[in-house]
């Protein structure tokens, strides 16, 4: 291989990074957190969302400053829009750190009304989870404190979890992903790395937000399918391109942070290689077609860059029936474009090696379940009931494994999510789950029971259970598992 084609290669990013430069944009991070990632396609618009800069100098904490606040934004190209956000931005700044680390998020609610953070799919003390239990008023500061677990490497978020105004909240802007790194990661650092927030929303033709009355026609579809929006956005932007070359593999991380919508992934003339989801990396990179992504959910994904120099393909949305059909919308069977991949001129570069083993998930141990439970999922209900902050569904002991059966018994899917704890998924209708991976949600679909197993090692207290579609959790499809400390550490 001669050496003209790296040569131009990196002239062009030279050239990239002097704009930049004019532009008075720092091409250098804050806070070196991996090896310098390699430099990707020179035709990219999709923005990374900005980190939040560490302000501690004490080797392995993270200090951070947030702020929730009206802002007013181009949320939609060509208008301004009244929403929120954190520190300004939406997506919010994402939060990165490294597994050990100690995080302090100096939080100030700057928005007219309360709210919380909920740090989704992190195992953290639960006085520190945000949830609906632990509101900060109007007006409040708040430090959120907690030490990232070993072995927890992975793509998580954040977003706000007040009583039954959820929903609302991330309508109006708020949620930011959250990167817990490895510092001995199995996938080399040489792949460019990309991390894409999925949102939609709805907009009236001045650019305002378009949530409607509840008691409206418009607000009782929402408040049985879920509100979806037209618009697509990925890191907050209408269809953005990703340049990759020929033989390239980039990282993906990406997060649904939609109310409702179910993104069916697919990258049509490629087949994507699944490496992780809600809790970090599998044990080996999966070959698939496509990947069904819920409500709060995330995967890893390496994108190879198998198409040739100079051609274009895109990242889709194919159609999934998650509806009743009754309020199921007509559009239901449109695929959606969320952003172009374009290859770049540069003669195919040989592709990097892939571990074929990445790490070890070990199996949660069935056979020591000391207790079965069946959650029965309907519209807008868990085992009949609606939320009640004052009262415990479930009641469990530090150290107990356990298998909860979900059982959808309606007609549209129901994302159920699990606060503080990872689980793995046993089987979906009786067959066992092909793969084994951590989880905090698991899209269970219409009539659909799942097994799944967890183990409650740490952080007694409350925790939430609930549906993801943020307007079912709003109107209560939720409930709530004490853990209690074990008998035998009671103090008298
Ligand atoms: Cu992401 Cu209780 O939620
Ligand atoms: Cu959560
Ligand atoms: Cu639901």
């Not at 949620?175 to 490895?182: E, H, P, S, W």
């Not at 044990?283 to 698939?288: M, N, S």
């Not at 902050?389 to 129901?414: K, P, Y």
Request: aromatic share 6%.
């Amino acid at each position: 291989m001669t050496n003209s084609v790296p040569n131009r290669f990196t002239r062009s990013c030279l050239s990239v990074l002097a704009s930049l430069a004019l532009l008075g944009v720092s091409a250098t991070p804050e806070r070196q957190l991996a090896a310098p990632r390699a430099a990707v396609g020179l035709e990219d618009s999709l923005a990374m969302p900005p980190v939040l800069q560490n302000i501690s100098r004490v080797p392995g904490t993270v200090e951070v400053n947030l702020s929730a606040a009206p802002a007013r934004l181009a949320l939609l190209p060509g208008h301004v829009t009244d929403a929120y956000a954190y520190n300004g931005t939406v997506p919010g700044p994402t939060l990165e750190v490294h597994e050990g680390d100690h995080v302090i998020i100096h939080f100030h609610n700057s928005l007219p009304e309360a709210t919380t953070i909920h740090w989704h799919g992190l195992h953290i003390p639960a006085v520190m989870d945000g949830s609906p239990l632990s509101p900060i008023g109007a007006g409040k500061r708040y430090d959120y404190r907690f030490t990232i677990p070993r072995g927890t490497a992975g793509t998580y978020w954040y977003h706000p979890h007040p009583d039954a105004r959820t929903g609302y909240q991330m309508a109006m802007g708020l949620y930011g992903a959250i990167i817990v790194r490895d510092a001995n990661d199995p996938l080399p650092n040489s792949l460019p790395e990309k991390l894409l927030v999925l949102s939609d929303n709805r907009f009236r033709p001045d650019g305002s937000l378009d949530i409607p009355d509840p008691k409206s026609l418009q607000g009782q579809i929402d408040r049985e399918n879920g509100r979806e929006g037209n618009v697509l956005l990925v890191n907050g932007q209408v269809m953005p391109v990703i340049g990759i070359r020929s033989g390239e593999v980039q990282r993906w991380r990406v997060i649904n942070v939609s109310a409702a919508r179910i993104y069916r992934l697919a990258i049509p003339g490629q087949t994507l290689l699944h490496v992780g989801d809600d809790g970090g990396l599998f044990e080996r990179p999966r070959e698939v077609g496509e990947i069904l992504l819920a409500n709060s959910e995330r995967v890893e994904i390496l994108v190879r860059g198998t198409g040739s120099p100079g051609s274009k393909t895109t990242l889709q949305t194919l159609p999934y029936d998650r509806y009743d059909p009754h309020t199921r919308p007509a559009s239901w069977q449109d695929t959606l474009d969320l952003l172009s991949l374009r290859y770049s001129d540069a003669s195919p570069m040989t592709p990097p090696a892939l571990p074929s083993v990445m790490r070890t998930v070990a199996a949660l141990d069935t056979s020591r379940a000391s207790a079965r439970r069946v959650i029965v999922l309907s519209q807008e209900l868990i085992n009949g009931k609606t939320m009640d902050m004052n009262r415990v569904d479930i009641r469990s002991r530090l150290g107990a494994t356990e298998i909860w059966e979900i059982d959808n018994v309606v007609t549209m899917d129901h994302p159920f999510h699990l606060h503080g704890f990872q689980f793995q998924i046993l089987d979906r209708d009786g067959i066992p789950e092909p793969y084994r991976s951590w989880k905090d949600v698991v899209n269970v679909r219409k009539h659909q029971v799942v097994h799944i197993v967890v183990r409650f090692d740490d952080f007694p207290g409350k925790w939430m259970f609930h549906c993801h579609i943020l307007d079912h959790e709003d109107h209560g499809m939720m409930g709530i598992l004490e853990v209690r400390p074990p008998l035998t550490r009671r103090r008298l």
